[in-house]
């Protein structure tokens, strides 16, 4: 009873967009897709979805395959938004509700239950050409729940939302989750990873490097982090001498430093008391996704590593 | 392909949304009241050469005052004035008789404006000549005067001729033998009514060439919009390609019909309208009848061929408008099918002359030109029920194919976004996607 990738793989011309990718999400879970520009993320959602075959491999939910059960079980809302520019909020939502089996009168309810959670009621009878970006994105996101999907699917929901629309549609996740519904959506952004998602899969060039619960990989390497504040010392420059100890950043708050595996934390805070430093800050932790991720993948965003096809007038 | 089974009801919806943002889109509205007004406007420019040729009826009354004029003066002077203009049936001049010849009375209605001018006709004491006195306010030496004058002429000289005991018949059978030029051509009428027909055809292959070029590239670049707006990939979960290929097709393919029945109409209104508008303004008859050279078949076989050619087309036009993800870029992909498209309507333009021929004959069948060749080979009366409809069941079948194949390439397509596609990358998608 989950949503099951089972080894797919796509390759378009001369590219492998995906490479094997399996990949278990459990119903009513947060999961997070996460890769860089290009490494298959979208792919991977419109495989699942069915727009696109792969050359190998399946996608079951719930133990019938994805070619089988009804379009009405996903929710999608694709990368390339949107939307009838010149038809107007509410008739466009209605339309989309209708092509999925919605009476129109609960679609128009609904719709307008919806804009009003997300503070644009009066955006109803505007047409869609008129309303900024951020708002687009949120009469996207209606679309693609108003037939109350088991399954959503969103590719980089987050894009382009300013602080408190996307604490708006955090919300509205929290929601959807507390409904039962599962969500799978794509991101660079760690910090949403990290606060929404119970599990994750790092995608580098069509494979997943990396997977599971958010835990188990940010505990995946063994190695953990300590983060060190000592009076008078803001640089602390001894400790990168200490063995299995690297320093990865320093600041006038605190200096991290990663431990590697098998070596204990603790040593470097007996490595300070015995030179006498005064002690503001100790902490341990795991290593945070963005580090996992550019260990797995390299810098975020550095290049693009183009595989599926991509617009030009994006 | 699992599509066929639930077409709808979402094709339906997505033919209502179709037609619904066309029709209500400003350059619908605006295109279909200005081509209106402008086919109205054409239809009456018949009314307007009839006005600006001064084509109006000259009311002429006369007044015999000559003894032993010719017994049928007024049929002759009636038949002389108006036989110069006989290739219309316009009859520039009505013809009155003031019997008795009271010249008072008849000059007081003159000065009234009861008719336009008062020929009074005398006999010359002298020469016995009829003498002739044409009282009017017209330009003397305008076009409606010179014709009175001629035709008093000729009286004249035929009156002359009668006292001297012959007449213009037995002269001209004297002085000429007439041989037609042409002992081999058939009944006068026939060539002309052969012309008329042609023009009529091709009418017919104007309108349907024209209509199946503009609502065509509608289909296109409404879905080419689609995919240049990624709408696309929420209607791809949402619906079938084949729905919303269906509902594309359907729903502008019912916009485009329904601006052309719009301007159809007003052509029909203003050709209805032409004979009271005629009427009103020059106080006279139209000439001739504005249908009078439409068969009822030759409408029927319009009709059919038009729906069909249309739909046939519209499916070929959205498949290559999905191969594109720009509206810029529709006219480019669609250049192929408009060369088809300008390849059968020349044919059956040239066609017309050859009808008989036997790559008319063919070609007549082949879907990509029946719209155009059957047509006016209906038209042209060449054809036999069968040919006709044998044409209509290879233009189903066509429409079938075309369906299948648009279906294919449209949902290969679709998702190929931001290229120019090649036809083979499309077969090969094709074979690859649903």
Known sequence: MALIIDSISKRFGDVQALDNVSLEIEPGEVFGFLGANGAGKTTAMRIVLDILRPDSGTIAWNGRLNTEVSRDIWGYLPEERGLYAKMNVLEQLVFFAKLHGVKPRKAERETRDWLERFRIP???????EELSKGNQQKIQFIAAILHDPQVLLMDEPF???DPVNAALLKEAFQEMKDRGKTLVFSTHQMETVEELCQSIAILDRGRVVVGGTVRDVRRSTGRQVVRLAVEGDSQIDWLGSLDGVCVTRRGQDYTEAEVSPGQDPGSVLQAALARGCKIRQFEIADPSLEQIFIEHVGQL???ERTLAPRTVNA | MNGWRTLFPNAWYITVREFRSRARSRSFIAGTVILAAIAFAATQVPVLIDF?????????EVVVRAAGTPADLQVELTGTLN?????SDHQPFVVSWLAGGDLAAAQQALEQGKFDALLIVDRDPASQNLAFTLRTDLAADGQVVSTIDNAATLLALDDGLARAGTSIGAVEATAFTV?????????????SQ???TNLLSTGLIVLIFMAIITYGTWVAMSVAEEKGSRVMELMLNATTPLQMLAGKVIGNGAAGLTQYGIILAAVVGGLLAQGPIH????????????????DPIVLVAFAVLFVLGFLFYSLLYAALGSLVSRQEDVQSATSPLMMLIFVGYFMSIFGLQSMDDTWVKVASFVPFFSPYLMLARVAMGHVALWEFALAVVFLLVGIAAALVAAARIYSAGVLLYGQRVGLRQVLKAARVSR
């Open chain 2, 83 to 87: 036989g110069q203009n006989a290739t």
């Open chain 2, 179 to 191: 041989v037609p030029v042409n002992a081999s051509s058939g009944p006068a009428n026939s060539t």
């Open chain 2, 52 to 60: 600006a040729m001064g084509a109006s009826q000259t009311h002429l």
């Open chain 2, 279 to 294: 009427q009103a303004v020059l106080g006279g008859a139209s000439s001739g009848g504005p249908f009078g050279g439409l």
């Open chain 1, 159 to 161: 894009t382009g939302l």
């Open chain 1, 301 to 303: 965003d550095l290049s």
């Open chain 1, 122 to 128: 009066e955006y109803a009878d505007k047409r869609a």
């Open chain 2, 194 to 196: 052969e012309v008329s």
